[in-house]
């Protein structure tokens, strides 16, 4: 049998945590392994049991959860890192995701979504939907009035279909929009979009739409 998903829950809020324990362990292939009530017990918590998935509050005492997860993702073999936060689109969330966090829910997202959203990030893909991708990203887009750095080589290495799928993957289109709009299968959007990470060196598509942002590629 495949060992279940390990979860560490960090929120400064006891009842918010017992909740979303029991919705977590009540299923067979998710378990929490420990907790935390702010950023600085999440460190200790996280590197003692080394869980696959974090879900971490941005706004807690002591430390928050955006100190907290640029620490985590700075060790070796880092725990994917989910934000939790009760604003749409809060910039704080686009800060963390540019750290390099797999995404953010909404403290009220359906149960059903949280669970969900636990197994796509430890099957290595985001958890932001598509339709809200180009509106939270343009909170980092404006970020600062600073002039974009070059052009890395990596990008010049995709090819020039690679490309056109990079842009449409970059403005928010899921790999089902991108399929329809290009004439191709969801699959053979998958292998590109694959590729396209593996060149660039990013480890999902949300990293890819803050690479497009930071680059002026879009």
Do not use: C, W
């Amino acid at each position: 049998m495949t060992a279940p998903i390990r979860v560490v829950l960090v929120d400064d809020q006891a009842l918010f945590r017992a909740g979303i324990r029991m919705l977590v362990d009540s299923q067979p292939d998710l378990a929490v392994v420990g907790e935390a009530s702010d950023g600085a017990e999440a460190l200790t918590v996280v590197r003692a049991t080394r869980p696959d998935v974090v879900l971490m509050d941005i706004r807690m005492p002591v430390m928050d959860g955006l100190a907290a997860t640029a620490e985590l993702l700075r060790d070796d073999a880092p725990p994917r890192v989910v934000m939790l936060t009760t604003f749409d689109l809060d910039e704080a969330a686009a800060r963390a995701i540019r750290q390099g966090a797999s995404g953010f829910l909404l403290k009220d997202a359906d149960p059903e979504f949280l669970l969900a959203a636990v197994r796509t990030v430890h099957a290595g893909s985001a958890v932001i939907a598509a339709s809200a991708t180009r509106e939270l990203f343009a909170h980092v887009a404006t970020d600062a009035a600073r002039p974009a750095p070059a052009v890395p080589e990596t990008y010049r290495q995709l090819t020039e279909r690679e490309r056109e799928i990079f842009a449409l993957a970059a403005r928010g289109l899921s790999n089902a929009e991108i399929a329809a709009r290009e004439f191709l299968s969801e699959a053979t959007v998958k292998t590109h979009i694959s590729r396209i990470l593996t060149k660039l060196g990013l480890r999902d598509r949300v990293q890819l739409v803050v690479f497009a942002f930071d680059h002026a590629l879009v």
